[in-house]
Every structure is written in structure tokens, then in C-alpha cells.
């Protein structure tokens, strides 16, 4: 039987507001497709019982994103979900997460020990959310996963939370404004700052060598905090992209 290309490495209640979710690892056995990240294992924070669209719809994505800026707002109206703050996320949920979300309900992956979690990083480059806030789970999962990893990359809004501090070690600050990024610099983070393409970097930031040299994030190592060395120091700064990116301001 062929062993599935993902697993379960969490269950159980959010960090964020205590609700049910589920973090799948996907890459086990065969390279990520992804050319922006290059070859790394995914992880994927989900609700255990919503799917990623409902989840969306209804605002119940605050379990697994915080207060994310760039998920957008709905509300309803006359019975019909309307947006009043347009999605910037990158993320196009009805995708990769909701392909992910429906196998898991399938019974296609199966749960890790402490001991698997941990050899399932080995050599490897971890991302860690390639959807949902790393803060939404307990660091120690991150810190099993990572053990033994060659490379992380990982991005948390939840930075202004003093609970979270452990994660400045694993992931960047994600900071929507300059006055963000300079908070979060005073607390003791590197930082990853989203800007329109009209603004510009601040001193001290280098901007994303995918965009200026095609390097992909595997072969960079840059956006994994604090931890060991990175040939990029300092913090680092993006164009917003994706499909939403009209809609951040």
C-alpha cells in the first residue's frame, strides 16, 4: 500500500480561541510543486469539523488565523454573506486547503507520535502555515517538527501576544504597516512586512530575493527568526501578492 504524502502532527484545541483543529504536514514523499518555496514540507493549520470555504464564509478562520488582517470580513446581509473587507490573503483556500481538509475527513492521514514528529523534519525544510497562524498551536509541536530540520520558514501575526514569545525563535513578526514593524523590532523580532508596491523598504530591510533574484525559500533560509544563522539578517519586506493583493491598504 502506498504510504500517504501527508500526516497529522496536532489535534486538539486552538491557541488562538479553543476550538478544534487539526495541523496536517504534506511533502512526506514527493517534492513540494510549490516554485516559490522550493522543495519543503507544508503544514497546514485547519478546523477539525469546518471546512476551509465554511470556515472563510462565516469568520470561524479566526481559530486558525487570529486577527489577520488579510482574511478579509463578511457579513450578512438580507441572508447573503457580503464582503466588506475584501480577502489580500494569498492563500486560495478552495484549493490546496480544502483538497488537504477533505482527505483528512477521508481518514487519509494518520497521527504522529512525539518521536514521529520529530524524524518526519529530519534533513529536511519545514514551512511551517502554509495556511493558518503558527501561533494557533503549541510551540512544542513546531519545536518536535524543527528539531532535526535543515532549514524553517514561518510568518505569525499573533507576535503583540507575550504568550507567543517562544515562536520569535521559528517564525518572522509579520507586520502590515511601518508602525508594526518597528513594535514589533522593539520586542525583540525579525520581521516580515507586507507594503504596496508604491512603498519602500525601511533601513534595515532586505526585500524578498524570490522577487529580485528568484531564489525560492528553501534554498534562502532567511525567514526563520531568531533561530541559528541565515544568510540574510536583518528583516525582510514584500510586495503584497497573490490573488487579493488589490485589496490590502
Keep these: 500500500m502506498k504510504q500517504a504524502n501527508g500526516a497529522i502532527i496536532y489535534k486538539g484545541p486552538s491557541q488562538i480561541d479553543g476550538q478544534n483543529i487539526v495541523v496536517i504536514v504534506t511533502g512526506l514523499n514527493s517534492k513540494t510543486a510549490n516554485a516559490k518555496t522550493g522543495d519543503m514540507l507544508q503544514t497546514w493549520i485547519l478546523l477539525d469539523n469546518v471546512s476551509p470555504m465554511e470556515a472563510v464564509k462565516t469568520g470561524q478562520d479566526e481559530s486558525i488565523c487570529g486577527d489577520c488582517k488579510h482574511r478579509g470580513k463578511l457579513v ?12 489580500s490573503c494569498y492563500v486560495t483556500v478552495w484549493q490546496a486547503p480544502r483538497a488537504i481538509w477533505e482527505a483528512f475527513k477521508r481518514g487519509s492521514y494518520v497521527d504522529m507520535t512525539k518521536s514521529d514528529i520529530s524524524s518526519l523534519g529530519k534533513d529536511r525544510n519545514v514551512r511551517l502555515g502554509a495556511y493558518g497562524d503558527p501561533a494557533a498551536v503549541p510551540v512544542s509541536i513546531w519545536q518536535d517538527l524543527t528539531m532535526f530540520a535543515d532549514t524553517t520558514t514561518g510568518y505569525t501575526h499573533q507576535w503583540q501576544n507575550k504568550a507567543n514569545a517562544a515562536l520569535k525563535y521559528l517564525t518572522m513578526a509579520s507586520a ?9 523590532i522593539k520586542a525583540g523580532w525579525r520581521t516580515f512586512r507586507v507594503k504596496k508596491p508604491s512603498d519602500h523598504a525601511m533601513k534595515g530591510e532586505t526585500v524578498c530575493p524570490n522577487t529580485t533574484i528568484g531564489l525560492n525559500c528553501a534554498d534562502c533560509g532567511a525567514c526563520k527568526g531568531l533561530k541559528g544563522s541565515s544568510p540574510l539578517k536583518g528583516n525582510i519586506v514584500i510586495d503584497v501578492h497573490g490573488s487579493g493583493a488589490a485589496a490590502f491598504v
Design 76 to 87: 450578512l446581509v438580507d441572508n447573503v454573506w457580503t464582503w466588506v473587507k475584501k480577502r
Design 176 to 184: 502590515d504597516s511601518i508602525t508594526e514593524y518597528k513594535q514589533a
